[in-house]
């Protein structure tokens, strides 16, 4: 497998970003010079004009290291040993980004370590949705000072770190449920020299009065969440790169892919300011099942604007704005504590 096809999750073309069927993923740039770029001086040349421009910073860092000297060196005992376990770890089908032990997401070099959840490439796509928004709406957004961000479910710390380091006056509050998680969210941000502007804690969500532990922080500005959307049913199908490294509880998102987006929908009326907003990553049939989920709870005083598609052309990212006075949500809009029905 290649590594763009671990990045999109499956081994065919035919996987979205967690892995559903019926997507159209990106595949690795076929060598410019075919066979002919046998000489490994020639294949890292060619490599480089493909991996740099595509903004994969760490593999063109690697590649650049490759002096002309060292590519006619024979390997040491020891090379050749490192060589044979990464090489060993790969055809045991572990992620690329395990191995390596970091990824580029957004331009930051981020470590990653299993079983915390792998940043996919569309999702670069939800903050960059994101930094639109602020953009376009600076003074809604963060009158005072940049916009006081909260993210639910911070995996590697991707979403969180990426915001920050685009903008400079935000400060952001980080919670996962999954110790693991949230290790490698505080030592990501300690290596890129961002944790004075980000609070990171354990939470889950999905336990009732859970939203109580954020209200000390004070309202929101945006939430922002790639939650587990997987269909309970497709856990199965997924590729054993995911499967069988990755934390299932990232991933699994219930019956319908819903058990999580439904504690976040109910979560937005009680944290976030007036005509504030909340952007979710979810599986191309949500659109639909979130609109008419929040059609039949108008008192959650929240409306669908937006549905954006992902680079392969599935509605992938959901733009929600909250209106009416801050805290207007009844106590009974919380959902219980098992997964909420999902309108068929």
Request: proline residues 10%; aromatic residues 4%; contains cysteine.
């Amino acid at each position: 497998m290649t590594s763009a096809e671990s990045r999109k999750g499956k081994n065919t073309q035919d996987s979205g970003p967690r892995g559903e069927a019926g997507g159209s993923g990106p595949t690795t740039p076929r060598c410019p010079l075919g066979n002919s770029a046998s000489h490994p001086s020639t294949r890292v040349s060619v490599t480089l004009r493909v991996l740099v421009p595509r903004g994969d910073v760490s593999t063109g860092d690697a590649f650049q290291s490759l002096r002309p000297g060292l590519l006619s060196k024979p390997l040491t005992p020891w090379q050749l040993q490192c060589v044979q376990e990464l090489s060993s770890r790969r055809l045991q089908r572990m992620p690329v980004q395990y191995i390596l032990g970091e990824w580029d997401f957004c331009g930051l070099n981020l470590k990653m370590a299993p079983p915390v959840f792998i940043p996919r490439p569309e999702t670069e796509e939800l903050v960059e949705w994101v930094l639109e928004e602020v953009a376009q709406k600076p003074r809604a957004v963060g009158a005072q000072g940049g916009p006081l961000i909260l993210e639910v479910g911070c995996g590697s710390g991707a979403i969180s770190l990426s915001l920050l380091s685009q903008l400079p006056q935000s400060r952001v509050i980080a919670v996962d449920k999954a110790g693991a998680a949230i290790s490698l969210t505080q030592e990501n941000a300690q290596r890129l020299q961002l944790q004075d502007r980000i609070r990171i804690a354990p939470l889950d969500v999905t336990l009732e009065g859970s939203w109580a532990h954020l209200l000390p922080w004070g309202p929101m500005d945006l939430l922002v969440s790639n939650p587990p959307y997987v269909f309970h049913q497709d856990m199965e199908q997924l590729a054993p790169e995911i499967r069988s490294y990755e934390d299932p509880a990232a991933l699994d998102g219930g019956e319908k892919g819903m058990a999580v987006i439904v504690h976040l929908l109910a979560l937005a009326p009680r944290l976030l300011k007036d005509s504030g907003s909340l952007f979710l990553e979810v599986d191309p049939r949500h659109p639909e099942l979130v609109g008419s989920w929040l059609q039949s709870r108008p008192g959650l005083s929240l409306e669908l604007v937006a549905v954006r598609k992902d680079f392969c052309g599935r509605p992938r990212f959901l733009h929600i704005r909250r209106s009416g006075p801050h805290g207007g949500c009844h106590v009974d809009a919380w959902p219980a504590p098992q997964p909420a029905e999902v309108p068929g």
